[in-house]
């Protein structure tokens, strides 16, 4: 897919774990690392709010658009 | 499917699935008190109660282990669970289409014999058809749900 998820990029800027994100955002760390690894089909906004939130970025930051 | 949806669903059907258990063995119970009865020569009528506790035990058998499946798994819809829905329709059906019997003994000589096809059955006959759209609907379900469990 042409969406890529930097979500692993934001994590290593602030320095948190995977576990550490998924309890803060309150998702399993299966989905997480799923998601992270782009094997998710999509995101819930109210997913999105919540790692915003904990991260302190903008969705745009989590997402990149490359052309296939 | 989130957790909290799941672990709701599963105390939801703790009940269901106790009393499914419950009367599925009981159905066992006076199916095999029937075929013993029949066996000792108590008359033929025996033998047909018999075959319609048996149905009602596989039903109702079918029905417990959906309710253990998704007890287990949290998840309503499954291949598994759409089979049984699937086996439960045919067997609704086949029971449908029995005869009820019915002998009656006129005289020491005369006994008459008796197969009623009547509304019971046709009742029955369409529970089994519900319960086959049903499994379509599950289908569907199933597709829903796996769309679903991909979205964080």
Request: include cysteine.
């Amino acid at each position: 897919m042409a969406i890529i998820v930097r979500l692993d990029k934001m994590m290593a800027d602030r320095k948190m774990s995977l576990n550490e994100l998924a309890e803060r955002v309150g998702m399993s760390n299966v989905n997480l690392s799923n998601l992270k690894t782009g094997k998710m089909k999509g995101i819930r906004f109210e997913t999105m709010n919540a790692i915003c939130k904990v991260l302190e970025c903008q969705p745009g930051d989590l997402f990149e658009y490359t052309k296939d | 499917m989130t957790d909290t949806i799941s672990n709701k669903l599963k105390k939801r059907t703790f009940a269901d699935t106790v009393i499914t258990c419950l009367i599925c063995a009981a159905a066992l119970a006076a199916s095999v008190w029937q075929l013993v009865c029949f066996l000792n020569g108590e008359g033929k009528a025996y033998i047909t109660n018999a075959v319609y506790n048996l149905l009602i035990f596989a039903e109702m058998g079918l029905l417990s282990l959906i309710l253990l499946e998704i007890r287990k798994t949290g998840k309503p819809f499954s291949k598994q669970i759409i089979t049984k829905l699937r086996i439960m329709a045919v067997i609704l059906f086949i029971g449908g289409i029995m005869p009820s019997y019915t002998d009656i003994r006129i005289d020491d000589k005369t006994e008459m014999v008796s197969f009623a096809f009547d509304a019971q059955n046709i009742i029955i006959i369409f529970i089994g058809i519900i319960i086959g759209i049903i499994s379509e609907v599950f289908v569907y379900g199933l597709s829903l749900q796996e769309d679903n469990d991909l979205i964080a």
